[in-house]
C-alpha cells in the first residue's frame, strides 16, 4: 500500500484566470498582462498545461487581505484604484481602475489553491497570478506588488486552519522584503529567502546574510545570497548549506514557494545566470523536502520573471517538477 502511494503520480493543480491581464501597467513596464499568457503557453509547449487540474476561486475579501494587510491600506488600494491613480508605493508599482479587483483575485485563488490541497483534490498548486506579491509590507506596496500572496497563504494556514509551521521558501532573485517584514518577529513561519546579494542588486536593498529575524523570529529568517555573476553552482551550494538544512530543522507541515524566476540568465533586471532548466532541479530539491516533512503540501506562487522569450521555459521547468518531482528522494543535507 505505502509503495503504490508513492507511486502514484502527484495531482497538480492549477490557479490561473485571463481577468489576471486587466492589470494593466503602461507599455514600458517590465510587469506586462502578457506575462500570464507566456507563462501559460510555456506549460502548453510542454506537453504540462493538459496535466494540471484548473481550479475554481472566488477573489480574497476585504477581511482575507486583513489577515496580513492593514485595513487601512487595503482600503487605500481600493480608493487609489478607483480615483484613478496611476501607481502607489513607488513610481514602479502601478495601479489601473481594475488592479485592486485583479489583486484580489488573485490572492483568492492563493488561498483556494491552500484549501484545495487540504482537501486532497490537489497534491501541490502553481498559481498563475499578476501583480506579483513579495515586496508588499502590512501597510505599504512596493516592487511592482500590492498585496502579499505568500504570507496570505502561510497566515491563512496557521490563523484559519490549524497549523503551527508553515515554511515560505522565496527563490526570485530580489528579496522578499514584504514577506521578511510581515514575519520577522514569527516562529511559526520560517522565511527563507534565496537571491542575489544586496551588495549588487541594490533592490530591494535588504535581505543580508546576517538578518535573522527579531524577537521571537530570531532565527526564523534565512537569507541566502547569491553572488554577483553566480550561477548554478553558487545556488546549489546555497540550497544545500542554507536553505535545505533550514527546512530540516525547522520541519514545516506545509510549505509555500514564492517562485520568481528572474534569477534566469536573460534577465535585464538582475546578474545572476540560471538556465530554465536549472528551476527544475531547484524545485526537485524543495519537492523532495517536502515528501519527507510535510506530506508533500506546497502552493507556489508567481512572483518575477520579466524576459517573456524565456519565462514559459522556466514556468515549465518548475511545473514540471512539482509533477514529476526527483527520481528518487532527496538525500538529507549535511
Known amino acids: 500500500m505505502g509503495s503504490a502511494s508513492r507511486a502514484r503520480a502527484p495531482r497538480v493543480g492549477l490557479v490561473a484566470r485571463e481577468s489576471f491581464r486587466l492589470h494593466l501597467t503602461g507599455p514600458d513596464h517590465p510587469e506586462q498582462p502578457a506575462r500570464v499568457g507566456a507563462v501559460l503557453e510555456g506549460l502548453r509547449a510542454a506537453g504540462l498545461l493538459a496535466r494540471l487540474v484548473r481550479l475554481p476561486f472566488t477573489a480574497a475579501s476585504p477581511d482575507d487581505l486583513h489577515l496580513v494587510h492593514e485595513p487601512a491600506y487595503v482600503e487605500l488600494v481600493r480608493l487609489a484604484c ?174 509555500v514557494l514564492s517562485a520568481g524566476f528572474d534569477a534566469h540568465c536573460t534577465e535585464e533586471h538582475a546578474h545572476v545566470n540560471l538556465e530554465a532548466a536549472s528551476f527544475g532541479w531547484l524545485t526537485d530539491e524543495l519537492v523532495g523536502v517536502a515528501r519527507r516533512l510535510c506530506g508533500g503540501r506546497i502552493v507556489s506562487v508567481l512572483e518575477g520573471g520579466y524576459d517573456l522569450r524565456h519565462l514559459g521555459a522556466c514556468a515549465a521547468a518548475h511545473v514540471g517538477a512539482l509533477l514529476d518531482g526527483p527520481a528518487a528522494p532527496s538525500t538529507p543535507p549535511h
Open 82 to 255: 478607483e480615483q484613478g491613480f496611476e501607481f502607489i508605493g513607488d513610481y514602479e508599482t502601478r495601479l489601473c481602475a481594475r488592479s485592486f479587483e485583479v489583486a484580489s483575485a488573485a490572492a483568492g485563488g492563493v488561498l483556494s489553491a491552500c484549501d484545495a490541497v487540504l482537501a486532497g483534490e490537489v497534491d501541490r498548486v502553481f498559481c498563475v497570478v499578476r501583480p506579483p506579491g513579495h515586496h508588499a509590507g502590512r501597510d505599504r506596496a512596493g516592487g511592482f506588488c500590492l498585496f502579499n500572496h505568500a504570507t496570505l497563504a502561510a497566515e491563512h494556514l496557521i490563523r484559519r486552519r490549524g497549523f503551527s509551521r508553515v515554511a515560505v521558501v522565496d527563490f526570485d532573485v530580489h528579496h522578499g522584503n514584504g514577506t521578511a517584514e510581515i514575519f520577522e518577529e514569527r516562529a511559526d513561519v520560517l522565511f527563507v529567502s534565496l537571491h542575489e546579494h544586496p551588495l549588487s542588486l541594490k533592490y530591494p536593498g535588504t535581505g543580508w546574510p546576517g538578518d535573522e529575524g527579531r524577537g521571537a523570529g530570531k532565527g526564523y529568517t534565512v537569507n541566502a545570497c547569491v553572488p554577483h555573476g553566480g550561477g548554478e553552482s553558487q545556488y546549489r551550494a546555497a540550497l544545500a548549506r542554507r536553505v535545505l538544512p533550514a527546512l530540516e530543522r525547522f520541519v514545516p507541515e506545509f510549505l
